[in-house]
């Protein structure tokens, strides 16, 4: 079946950039999602891509795709304490059918 | 008010107990989900329908049952509840037009 994998912890100092990792198995994927999880709340979409994009940007969030490698990761340049919160990468069909979810990155954010 | 709105949000209960966990949307979405979600293992997928009379297990449907009132509601149910159920369970609605899905806050159970 489908699998997704993160590593569970990344920090930063405030002002760095923040690299998240994901890789996932299945080739069939449509979109790839980050989604962002501050605590005591649900998932909040933070971005997507389309399986046929190398790139995309938005603000302050870069996400690139290796389809190759099936590998995705996200970007956050100039990290602020806000962005503190655990960050799920996670991929879907074009059918509507589940998302697949990694375990998570707890993001943790240092003065 | 959310878009998704799940009761309760935190709950404790005893071993053996019949649970429900209610979910309700305003988005007018077709399609609903049951995640559960604990730590290190991300969200995985007790249950989804796709309409009213469309149910399907997920990857970890033992021990769970739904029902999809109405296309508004979709409710969890644990019939005898045990310590291992104990997790932050998330509902999240979809419509096939769009890539987002949208996720309620969330309903914390405790299994003692």
């Known amino acids: 079946g489908e699998d997704v994998e993160q590593s569970l912890f990344l920090s930063v100092r405030e002002g760095d950039s923040s690299v998240i990792n994901c890789t996932y198995t299945?080739?069939?994927?449509?979109?790839l999602y980050w989604y962002k999880q501050e605590p005591g709340a649900g998932l909040q979409l933070l971005t997507y891509i389309f399986s046929n994009m190398d790139m995309k940007q938005d603000q302050r969030l870069t996400v690139l795709l290796n389809k190759k490698d099936k590998h995705l990761s996200l970007r956050i340049a100039d990290t602020q304490t806000g962005d503190s919160a655990i960050y799920f990468c996670?991929?879907?069909?074009?059918?509507?059918?589940?998302?697949?979810f990694g375990g998570g990155t707890r993001l943790m954010v240092k003065p | 008010d959310a878009d998704v709105t799940q009761t309760p949000r935190n709950r404790i209960t005893k071993t053996g107990k019949r649970i429900m966990l209610e979910c309700s949307q305003t988005k007018g979405h077709d399609r609903m989900y049951w995640y559960r979600q604990d730590p290190g293992l991300g969200l995985r997928l007790i249950y989804y329908?796709?309409?009213?009379?469309?149910?399907n297990k997920g990857e970890i449907s033992d021990g769970y049952s739904v029902s999809r009132q109405a296309q508004a509601k979709f409710s969890l149910s644990l019939e005898s509840a045990i310590p291992n159920q104990t997790a932050l369970y998330f509902c999240?609605?979809?419509?096939?037009?769009?890539?987002?899905?949208?996720f309620g806050q969330g309903t914390r159970l405790t299994v003692v």
């Open positions: 299945d080739s069939s994927s449509t979109y």
């Open positions: 329908s796709f309409d009213v009379k469309d149910i």
């Open positions: 999240a609605t979809r419509s096939t037009s769009i890539t987002e899905a949208f």
């Open positions: 996670a991929e879907g069909d074009n059918a509507g059918n589940m998302l697949t």
